[in-house]
């Protein structure tokens, strides 16, 4: 397990600059196995040294690419794979690990998931337009989500937005993946009002 100070959703991208000894023995653990180690939120406390407190459900992550540095540390791209829930922490000894089980989204009603996919993809881009406007850095992507998968759409929909941690989490925390992109709608269009009333008081 990783404890962050991010959320990751399945189908996200986390590149990680892994250098404390534990996690450099995880990450090698990883790559010796099936290359998948647990993501979950801290609570309260650090990234580093431990004593956090962290939140029960996180992610899976397969680790897609490694290097290794001259001095031992590593360079990873990971991609969020499924959800997880954490049932009893272990000893954190030699690095953080946990009893898990895997999370599957559930049923929904999906009629009209292409009309709200178009609507958060609206969303994020009028988000990232008034962004661009105040000068704020954006990421360089083109927002298109898929109607056919509304649970990938929410995840990515929700790993391009600017939430912050707890907002995140509590979208990943959702089973219900209309709910979900419910809730982003919503939370966009709150932005998107601080943005214009921002961009209006210049």
Same mark, same amino acid.
């Given at each position: 397990m990783f404890p962050l100070g991010t959320v990751l959703f399945p189908y996200g991208v +986390? /590149?990680?600059?892994v250098f404390e000894p534990r996690y450099r023995l995880m990450t090698e653990h990883c790559l010796a196995g099936d290359a998948t180690f647990g993501v979950v939120l801290i609570e309260r406390g650090s990234e580093v040294g431990g004593g956090d407190t962290r939140f029960d459900v996180g992610t899976a992550a397969r680790i897609v690419r490694a290097g290794q540095l001259?001095?031992? @540390? #590593?360079?990873?791209?990971?991609?969020?794979?499924? @959800? +997880?829930r954490v049932r009893t922490w272990l000893p954190d000894d030699p690095y953080p690990q946990a009893e898990v089980e895997l999370l599957d989204d559930g049923e929904t009603d999906a009629s009209d998931a292409g009309a709200r996919c178009d609507a958060v993809a609206g969303l994020l881009r009028r988000v990232f337009g008034? @962004?661009?406007e105040l000068g704020e850095p &954006?990421?360089?992507v083109t927002v298109e989500l898929a109607p056919d998968d &509304? %649970? @990938?759409? !929410? #995840?990515? %929909?929700a790993a391009l937005a /600017?939430? !912050?941690p707890l907002d995140a989490q509590a979208l990943l925390q959702l089973d219900d993946p209309v709910a979900r992109l419910e809730r982003i709608e919503e939370l966009l269009a709150d932005e998107v009002e601080v943005l214009e009333f921002r961009l209006s008081a210049r």
């Amino acid at each position: 397990m990783f404890p962050l100070g991010t959320v990751l959703f399945p189908y996200g991208v +986390l /590149p990680l600059h892994v250098f404390e000894p534990r996690y450099r023995l995880m990450t090698e653990h990883c790559l010796a196995g099936d290359a998948t180690f647990g993501v979950v939120l801290i609570e309260r406390g650090s990234e580093v040294g431990g004593g956090d407190t962290r939140f029960d459900v996180g992610t899976a992550a397969r680790i897609v690419r490694a290097g290794q540095l001259a001095d031992g @540390r #590593y360079v990873l791209a990971t991609v969020g794979v499924q @959800r +997880l829930r954490v049932r009893t922490w272990l000893p954190d000894d030699p690095y953080p690990q946990a009893e898990v089980e895997l999370l599957d989204d559930g049923e929904t009603d999906a009629s009209d998931a292409g009309a709200r996919c178009d609507a958060v993809a609206g969303l994020l881009r009028r988000v990232f337009g008034l @962004r661009s406007e105040l000068g704020e850095p &954006v990421p360089a992507v083109t927002v298109e989500l898929a109607p056919d998968d &509304v %649970a @990938r759409a !929410g #995840y990515e %929909a929700a790993a391009l937005a /600017p939430f !912050g941690p707890l907002d995140a989490q509590a979208l990943l925390q959702l089973d219900d993946p209309v709910a979900r992109l419910e809730r982003i709608e919503e939370l966009l269009a709150d932005e998107v009002e601080v943005l214009e009333f921002r961009l209006s008081a210049r």
